[in-house]
Nanobody, 119 residues
Framework: QEQLVESGGGLVQAGESLRLSCVAS????????MGWYRQALGKERELVAE???????NYAGSVKGRFTLSRDNTKNTMFLQMNSLKTEDTAVYYC?????????????WGQGTQVSVSS
């Protein structure tokens, strides 16, 4: 059973917008940390934005002011609104959910969605 399913990637021009969606299973959506990571070709995976329970939202400096993280609790869905996209935002974007339940670590990743920004 897939815990996280991303969608919304695509090819856009610099300055345009995209909205990524991550539909989570109920158990994944309830974990303490949910967020987006990205990995560009030849680079390490990096944090883009995340929710941390009980109410903290963190953004990477490179996306602050351009990207907005949100969630719809009725649909177990997390969104990443990406505005003013730059060529350096090109990467595979992954949804992640993480938490500890008792002695069990839950660490889920989606399959990734490609975002390509052309100049």
């Amino acid at each position: 059973q897939e815990q996280l399913v991303e969608s919304g990637g695509g090819l856009v021009q610099a300055g345009e917008s995209l909205r990524l969606s991550c539909v989570a299973s109920r158990s994944a959506f309830s974990l303490d940390v949910m967020g987006w990571y990205r990995q560009a070709l030849g680079k390490e995976r990096e944090l883009v934005a995340e929710f941390r329970s009980p109410g903290t939202t963190n953004y990477a400096g490179s996306v602050k002011g351009r990207f907005t993280l949100s969630r719809d609790n009725t649909k177990n869905t997390m969104f990443l609104q990406m505005n003013s996209l730059k060529t350096e935002d090109t990467a595979v974007y992954y949804c992640k959910a993480y938490g500890i339940e008792g002695i069990t670590v839950r660490d889920y990743w989606g399959q990734g969605t490609q975002v390509s920004v052309s100049s």
